[in-house]
Structures are given as C-alpha cells and as structure tokens.
C-alpha cells in the first residue's frame, strides 16, 4: 500500500498484513470445502487483474476444458456468435481503491481491445457491502438527511441505481453504469442535467451523528438488507491453465513485504518503533501455522482470522461461551442456562474499559476485512434482542450494540462525503463550520517519537501505544485518550497519529479511522472542544493499573496512586487517591485521615522483596529526593491530566 504522505511509515503494517494473510488462508480453505479454490496472485491489481482475463479469455477463446462451455459453443473450433465476461468486485469506500478500480477498468479495456475477438462483450460489476445501511436512495431516507442540514433544508436529493456497471464491447468499452468509480468517492459519480447527483446528495448527508440517526428513524425505521444465507456448494474450480494454483501459496508477513520491494519500509518501522518485527512470533510462519495465530498474552486481542473465527466470536459475546460451535440465532441463546450473564449484557460499560477480552466485541478486525458483515452482526443481535423481549429482560445492551453498528456507518458515510474536502488535510473537515478556523500543528519530531514508542511518562496513554506498538489492538477509550494528548496537549498533526494508526492496528479501517482522529482533533464531525484528562480517564477505565502494570512495567512495583501518576507532587498524589476512593478502589496506601490532612508518611506494608522499592522510597520520591528509574518524565504537566471529582463520583467517595 505504499508510505504515508506525512509521516513516511508503511500503510499496511505487520500486524494487519498478518491479520489479511490469515483470513486469505481461511477464505480459501472455506472454499476447498465448497467444492472450490480461491486463486492466489500478488501484484498490483492494475496489472495482474487485466492480464488474468486477457489470458482467461485466450483460454476460452481456443477452447480449454471448463464446464458448461462445450454447450454454448463449439470447442476449439469457432466461439459463440456472442459471449459475455463479467468481473464481480467488492467496492471501497475512499479515493485510492476508487482510482485503482478506474486502472483496472482501463487496463481491460487495452488488454481485450488488443484481443479483438468478435461478438465479445465484458463489464465490470461492483457490490456494495462496507456498511450497514445500503446506499441506494430506497434504503437510506436522502431526503429526510437534507431536511436535518441547516445548510440545505428541503432541499430535492434525486434518486440514484443501484446498479453499478461498466460495460462494453471489445472495441469500444463505454460506461453505462450510474455510479461509475472516480477519484470523487468510492460511490463514483453520476450526471443529470449536468448536475452529479451522487455529491449532491454526500453534500447533503449530516454533518454530526446525532443528526444522522435522527434521519433514520424521520419516517419509520430505515430498514437493513437481510444476509444472505452461506453457500454450502459452488462449482469446481475451472481447469483452465491460467488459472491454476501452482507456486500460490501465501507467504509469511515477513516474505510478504520482502517480495513486494517493501522490506526496508518494515525495517525503517522497527527501527523507528524499536522493536524488531521480523523476529516476534508467527512474522515469519506461513498462513496456517499454529505459530503465525500466536499473540502476546497481555494483548486484549486474541483472536484468530478468517469468516468461522468472527461467527463465532459474534455468537459467543452474544450468547455465552459455547454458542460459537452450535449456530446462530435463538438454537445457541436457547442451550445457555437460565439468567448466565453473557458478555454483551455488560457492553454498554465494558466497551468502555482499557483491557479485557470482553471489554469490546473486537470484531471491528472482521469487519475491516470483511471476514464477516455489519448486516449479518445486526440481524444476530436483533435475534437476541427478541430473545430478551421474551423473557422479559433488559435490551438496553442490545440496543447500544446496535447503536454502535449506526455510527460505524456514519463515519463511512462521512468519509465518503469529506474524502475530497478535508478528511486528510491538515486542517480537518469540520472546522470550518464549527470553529471557522483552522488549528495550526507544530512539527516536532522527537516529542513524536515519544508518543509512539510509548514513553510520554503518562502510564495510561504509554501502555495503550505499547500495546499497539506490541499486538495491533487498543481500546476504544485508549484511542480517544491518546489522540487527545496528541493533538489537544502535544499540539502536534494529528495526520501523525492517524498514520501511525493506520499502519499499527490490525482492525484498520481508514474511513473510521480518519474521521475518529478528525473528531478528537478538533476538525471533524463534533463542535465541543472536546479534551481528555488522561491521568482520570485511566483511574476511571483501569482503575487497578491492570494494562499499565502489564505494559508499564516499570511502575508495577509502586503504589497504585504512584503507578497512575509516577512523577505527581505530594498534594496532586492525594488527588489521585481520591479518585481512585470515588472509583470504589480502597486498597490505597493511604489512609481517609491522612488524604484530609497532610499527607506525610503511607501505611507500613510487609518487607519488600529483593529489586522491589519501599514505601518510605516511593515517599522519598515524591519530595524529589529518589529518581523513577527506568520511566521517563511527563511530556506534560500531570496536574493538567487530572479532572475534578463530580457528582457521583463525589457521592462515592463520601460513602466510601
């Protein structure tokens, strides 16, 4: 995928190459099973796709065995008086994939030119499945959005096909198709009256989420396209010879960048990131090895890849350990003991917390790749949502899960609608309506470095870049927190860290991913100037120092206020201490007495271990007189990182 344009780091990174190779192996093990085979080519697709049908069509054209052909004509001897090649494609969402489709296009229309065989016809076919809420005008209530933009109220939105095709003939290929591909967006254009109806009706699409799930339900619910069913069989593979799978197999993530000339973009990362991708375990096992599925313990993500690997993630979190093996729907929701609590029952706080297996549904990954679809997740959860209604049991989880799947598709929307005028520019989307200025970003290389490696000196943002930096995977509230460092605190691109996101995370998806670091930068889709206090984000969402004691190591062996804020002055660790009460955590060494007082001397614990440190040497450490060794000073002033204590939380504490 080539270097980004701002920070110069690799697109694609080595723990979703690993994630994409894995779920290629698992496609194509699913198809075998099928009756079929899925053929493996590495290249860039405007080169490899317009030569495998030129050569396909030279195959059939002097009649090589492939079922079905010897009725539709004679076999090697004459062709049939007309025939038709259709090339099926799954469509992208943004301007890149947009314009590789427009070189595809273009390069069989060179390569079957130059064929000139007669009576041969051939298109390009396009099916739209990246989000949840299909973007034909019969799904999605256009009209009702542009009602919603201050802008453009009452404004008429035409209607738009939903069939996307490009046909031709072997001599002159014209586009028929309403929704062309084009450098525009991912939807392409179509012109009426001179008018291009598919911007128009993007220009009309809300500016803020709020307003968008306002729309959807304007007139009714907006209904979702059901999933279709598996196909349990397909017909065998063609035996035509230039579609064989010799020498196919797929390489190790660390063969994978060597072959494609992208090596030293690897170890410029590793370099950069100090560690050494290419000898953590499974960079260079093969696709199916056991140890190309191995993952750092301390990761949340644990997950294997592939279709079977992300139903059953979705039908466990849903409906309790066991369900993954039994199917779908109500039969598994069923076989579970009455009143077992199931992961999803908690996700509406557990979305929320820094670590866990089951702190997300993690299936974002799947999604990204489209190992598993938003519509087939929606219609799971509603089969659930109605085995609760039975049994007269809360929905609200279900309900939020749902809600969840609504704003991954408003950002890709949104993403849609900005690709071109704004969402990778500096100075953002949104700020022009919200702010009407654009913010400025400082350059600053170093104080970079630090933010991505994972050594700011705020424990809570270095354990989420670590265990980016060491699994691909990070919380949700972990991405919040560290983008607003970044961009509210450091002041630096929020291009940056996008890129450094894009390249890192094994569950990328680049219009999420960019409209998210638009959002918490200030220059997307929210008009608050919305700032994250990093060091109470992490007593509130890890309260235990769970993540930080396993990817901060160096503090792990302090007191729990000490391992939130190392470097904090006496009265500001009295803050933390009182944070940490409101949050119902009492195993403080402090006691109430003293966090009312001055706090002089912690509670005496046990004799410390050999390499541990004292309580009188954390004590010593807050007047200044012992260095944290091994743990870098705070980029940023910790008394700014900790917010008041408010309403409940106050409560709490007082209770406590």
């Known amino acids: 995928e080539g270097?980004?344009?701002?920070?110069?780091?690799?697109?694609?990174?080595?723990?979703?190459?690993?994630?994409?190779?894995?779920?290629?192996?698992?496609?194509?093990?699913?198809?075998?099973?099928?009756?079929?085979?899925l053929l493996v080519m590495r290249g860039p697709p405007e080169a490899r796709i317009p030569d495998l049908v030129a050569r396909l069509i030279s195959d059939l054209a002097q009649?090589?065995?492939?079922?079905?052909?010897?009725?539709?004509?004679?076999?090697?001897?004459?062709?049939?008086?007309?025939?038709?090649?259709t090339l099926h494609y799954h469509q992208e969402a943004l301007p890149e994939p947009a314009d590789v489709e427009d070189r595809v296009h273009a390069g069989i229309q060179a390569a079957v030119k130059q064929l000139a065989l007669p009576g041969l016809t051939w298109e390009m076919r396009a099916h739209w499945g990246h989000t949840l809420y299909h973007p034909d005008p019969d799904d999605l209530p256009y009209t009702a959005m542009a009602d919603t933009v201050q802008s453009g109220g009452g404004r008429h939105v035409e209607s738009l096909s939903s069939t996307h095709q490009q046909a031709g003939t072997a001599h002159e290929v014209s586009r028929t198709s309403s929704m062309a591909p084009s450098a525009k967006s991912g939807l392409g254009t179509r012109r009426e009256g001179g008018v291009d109806v598919v911007a128009a009706r993007l220009a009309a699409f809300p500016a803020t989420m709020t307003r968008f799930r306002k729309a959807l339900?304007?007139?009714?619910?907006?209904?979702?396209?059901?999933?279709?069913?598996?196909?349990?069989?397909?017909?065998?593979?063609?035996?035509?010879?230039?579609?064989?799978?010799?020498?196919?197999?797929?390489?190790?993530?660390?063969?994978?960048?060597?072959?494609?000339?992208?090596?030293?973009?690897l170890d410029h990362l590793s370099s950069f990131l100090g560690l050494d991708y290419r000898s953590l375990p499974g960079m260079a096992a093969k696709p199916g090895s056991a140890d190309m599925d191995r993952h750092d313990p301390r990761s949340s993500f644990q997950l294997s890849a592939g279709e079977e690997a992300a139903l059953g993630r979705l039908r466990s979190y849903l409906w309790g350990d066991g369900a993954g093996q039994q199917g779908c729907g109500g039969a598994a929701g069923d076989q579970r003991e009455a009143n077992t609590p199931t992961a999803l029952s908690n996700y509406a706080v557990s979305r929320a917390q820094a670590s866990g297996s089951d702190a997300s549904t993690h299936l974002s990954a799947f999604l990204g790749l489209g190992c598993i679809s938003p519509r087939t997740v929606w219609d799971e959860v509603l089969k659930v949502r109605e085995h609760l209604l039975k049994e007269g049991a809360d929905t609200a989880a279900a309900d939020c899960m749902l809600m969840h799947l609504e704003i991954r598709d408003f950002y890709i929307f949104t993403a849609l609608k900005e690709a071109n005028t704004g969402l990778f520019a500096a100075g953002g989307f949104a700020a022009r309506e919200f702010t009407n200025k654009a913010p400025k970003w400082k350059k600053d290389p170093k104080l970079f470095h630090r933010w991505a490696t994972g050594t700011t000196g705020i424990p809570f943002v270095d354990a989420c870049m670590r265990e980016l930096r060491g699994s691909g995977w990070m919380s949700n509230r972990g991405r919040q927190n560290v983008a607003s460092l970044l961009a509210k605190e450091l002041n630096l691109d929020w291009r940056m860290g996008a890129s450094l996101f894009e390249c890192l995370l094994v569950d990328h998806d680049a219009a999420v991913n960019y409209c998210n670091w638009n959002y918490f930068a200030g220059t997307g889709s929210d008009p608050r100037d919305r700032r994250f206090k990093t060091i109470s984000q992490g007593i509130t969402y890890d309260s235990m120092a769970c993540l930080i004691s396993a990817w901060v190591p160096e503090t792990s062996h302090l007191p729990l206020p000490l391992r939130h804020a190392p470097f904090a002055r006496q009265e500001l660790v009295s803050e933390v201490t009182q944070h940490l009460i409101a949050q119902g955590i009492t195993a403080c060494p402090y006691t109430q007495q003293q966090l009312e007082g001055d706090v002089q001397e912690p509670q005496q614990h046990s004799p410390t271990k050999k390499g541990e440190r004292s309580q009188s040497d954390c004590s010593a450490q807050l007047q200044g007189q012992l260095p944290l060794l091994d743990y870098p000073a705070p980029v940023v002033d910790p008394a700014a990182q900790l917010g008041s204590l408010k309403g409940r939380a106050i409560a709490r504490r007082k209770a406590s």
């Open 3 to 37: 270097l980004h344009f701002v920070s110069g780091l690799p697109k694609l990174g080595p723990w979703r190459c690993r994630f994409l190779l894995q779920s290629v192996h698992m496609l194509q093990e699913q198809l075998r099973k099928r009756g079929s085979d």
């Open 217 to 265: 339900r304007s007139q009714g619910e907006t209904p979702v396209r059901p999933p279709k069913p598996p196909l349990q069989a397909l017909p065998p593979y063609p035996s035509l010879s230039s579609i064989q799978n010799s020498g196919s197999d797929l390489p190790s993530v660390c063969a994978a960048f060597d072959e494609a000339g992208c090596g030293p973009a």
């Open 63 to 85: 009649g090589d065995a492939v079922p079905g052909w010897a009725s539709a004509g004679q076999p090697g001897t004459d062709l049939p008086p007309s025939w038709h090649v």
